[in-house]
Structures are given as C-alpha cells and as structure tokens.
C-alpha cells in the first residue's frame, strides 16, 4: 500500500527546551491563518528524516534551531537542503538561514569588514590570526593604547551566549593567553562601547530582525533585562537609525531572522557591538526575568507565518498537526 503523503506549512527542528513557548506561540499564529506546522525533535527525528527522504513527508518552510549544536540533527539538515536543491525555481522549500549563510554571518571578522564598506559604525577592533597560523601577536603598542582599557577580546567564529569573550582585558598577555583558547579562530580586539543615557536607560539597543520587520528593544548590557521600546521613546530620543541598520545588516548577511545589538554613544552616533546573533533566544519575558518581552516573540511568530504565507499556498487545514 502506498504511504500517505504528508505536507505541511513550517517545520521548526528544535533540541532545547526553553523554546516550548515560542513553538507554542509559532503554533498559535499559524493555527489562526489557517497553516499547519511541524515540531522536529529527538523523538521524532529519525522517522522524519526517513519519511523525507521516502517523499512521504514534504514542509514549506524550515527553520533549524537545532543542528548548530546538535550533530545528531545534521542529517535532517542535509536532506532538507538537498530536497531544496531539487525543488530549484519551483521554491517548493525555504529554508530559512540556511547554513552557508549562518557560517559567514557568524564570522564577526567577516561582518566586521562587510558593515565597515557600508558605512556601519563599529568598535575600533583590530582582527589577529588564528595562533595555529601565527604564534606570535603581531600588535603595536600604539594599537594597543587606542583600544583603551578595558577592552574587550573575541573569537571570530564561536558564537553563543557570549563564549570565549573576555570584556575586562587589560594587557597584550591577556591577548596572548585567550587567543590559544580557540587556536584555529580569528580573534578580534574592540575597544569598550559606553552608551549615553536615555532618561532612566542605557543607551544599548537588541534589534530583531525578523521576515522583513525590524522590532527594536532596549536591552541592558550589564543586566540582560529587555524592555519595550515604545514608538514614543524612539521618537523622542531620535531612535529611527536602529531599524535603518538593522536592514543593512540583513543586506549584508542575508538572513531572515537574527538580531543585533547596537548602542547610542555620547555623541549620538550608533554602533553596531555585536554585529550578527543567528540563534535568537526567545524566551518570554513573562516567565524568565532576562527573557525577551512576550509582545516581540508572538510579533516574530506572526512574521514567520506571514512570511510563509507569502512564500507558498497554504497547505491546508486538513494535514494533521504534529507536535
């Protein structure tokens, strides 16, 4: 007997936990604009993997929060992309940030020098060569003394939750030491951004950038608290450039959906400290204090479903929901 074909509108592959409440509220939009969605987790993997490789199961949209950590999801990363391929012109399936798109948006020294040719204010940074290449620092005092102190030491290419960052360095040892931490990772040096205040707020902005809507936030750096930022505050405090560059960037890495971190210095002038955050944690602020505002998350979750309406014809009322 012929197995039934199975379609569905999105497909979100996911491994961490704290995610049930933005499926939850991705379910919810989608359920209200008549889409069918699919939850890909360990459970379920290896069945999914088959029965898209079998033809028997088919999504729409795809959105992976779960290979960059996990291998055991990689497999279903390589079908996806491979049934994408085939399906060419036709646009059968998006993926959204596909994975040659994500290793070059997570490249800080790569987005470095792409958002300087576009005319975005970044920290000063000085980009060093991975110690597998190079043992030896090649740093002038001169540079040294332009970063200031404190200044803030990164890698290049490990990303999440702000691994590897040093933001108290003080001297060319401190370079010296955390470079071998990642010995085949560019590392870049930034000077410390401090921010103006806005009546009762630092001046440092998270920005989502999420299916063509930019939601700009106030988001502390010392604190990790967000707040809304209302259309009032951002008229009254000249706030407009955050959602101008917060589409550059999208110009630049060509993601659907990331967010970037931007501060309002003294003298007014708006620059990008974390350049591209490709895994958007999405917690709601209603359950975990550092969590972002429940308004943003269901907004994003209303943008991917607009989004995927745009994209394809619904598949339909009649699939069954997975979960």
């Known amino acids: ?22 499926l939850h509220c991705i379910d919810s939009a989608a359920t209200a604009r008549g889409l069918t969605t699919f939850f890909i987790d360990q459970r379920n993997l290896a069945e999914t993997v088959s029965a898209l490789h079998d033809k028997t199961l088919s999504v729409r949209v795809f959105l992976d929060r779960a290979s960059d950590e996990d291998e055991q999801f990689l497999p279903l990363e390589k079908v996806i992309s491979r ?14 940030n596909p994975h040659d798109l994500l290793r070059r948006a997570s490249d800080k020294a790569t987005m470095h020098l792409e958002f300087l040719s576009r005319g975005i204010h970044v920290p000063y940074t000085i980009i060093i060569s991975p110690y ?34 040093v933001v108290g360095a003080e001297s060319l040892k401190d370079v010296i ?11 870049l040096l930034q000077e410390k ?15 989502f950038y999420a299916f063509g809507t930019v939601l700009p936030c106030w988001w502390n750096d010392l604190t990790h608290v967000y707040e809304e930022l209302t259309p009032k505050e951002e008229e009254a405090f000249g706030l407009q450039p955050l959602r101008s560059v917060a589409t550059t960037i999208q110009q630049i890495c060509g993601l659907d959906f990331f967010s970037t971190e931007i501060a309002m210095t003294p003298n007014e002038k708006f620059v990008v400290v974390d350049y591209v955050n490709e895994m958007c944690d999405m917690r709601l602020k209603s359950s975990y204090p550092d969590g972002v505002p429940d308004q943003i998350v269901n907004t994003i979750a209303g943008a991917l479903v607009e989004f995927t309406l745009s994209q394809n014809t619904p598949a339909g009322q009649n699939e069954a929901k997975s979960g």
């Open 177 to 187: 030491e955390t470079r071998q931490h990642h010995k085949n990772d560019k590392y």
């Open 132 to 165: 597998s290449q190079r043992k030896e620092v090649e740093l002038s005092l001169s540079e040294l003394a332009r970063l200031g102190r404190p200044f803030i030491i990164k890698p290049a290419n490990t990303t999440g939750g702000g691994v590897g960052v």
């Open 83 to 96: 049934i994408a391929r085939v399906s060419g012109e036709r646009e059968t399936l998006h993926i959204i």
């Open 193 to 207: 951004v401090i921010p103006i205040e806005l009546d009762h707020h630092r001046g440092w902005f998270r920005v």
């Open 1 to 22: 007997m012929k197995a039934t074909h199975r379609l569905f509108d999105v497909a979100v592959a996911w491994n961490w936990d704290f995610d049930r409440e933005f």
